[in-house]
């Protein structure tokens, strides 16, 4: 299993966008790009941290080849506008040593 750890930083003012936009954005990047789902946190300081997980670095490097559904993307875009970009960043890409997480399937919306 392979895992990428994000800090996303939303604009001003755009953080409620970043909130409704991610879990719709996550659920495309999961049926469409083979991701095995992911969390996002919010630290002591303000920071928005996701925790990504793929079945291996290879899925996670071609997810980008694959597009998803014209609503996923427009969801991916509001986001993507809601975003600091040049402060938005990848912290990690780590490869999974011991894995102790409990696991139940990814609930689609309908």
Known sequence: ?????FEFVPKTGKEAVFLRAW??????????HGSLGSRLHKDEEGRW???AQWPD????EQAAA???SEDYEQQRMQMHDALNLEATRILYKMDVACD???RRPFALDS
């Open 1 to 5: 299993m392979f895992i990428v750890m």
């Open 23 to 32: 879990p719709k954005v996550t659920q495309g990047i999961y049926l469409f």
């Open 100 to 102: 102790y997480l409990q």
């Open 49 to 51: 941290i996701a925790y």
């Open 66 to 68: 694959n597009s998803m």
């Open 57 to 60: 670095k290879a899925t996670w």
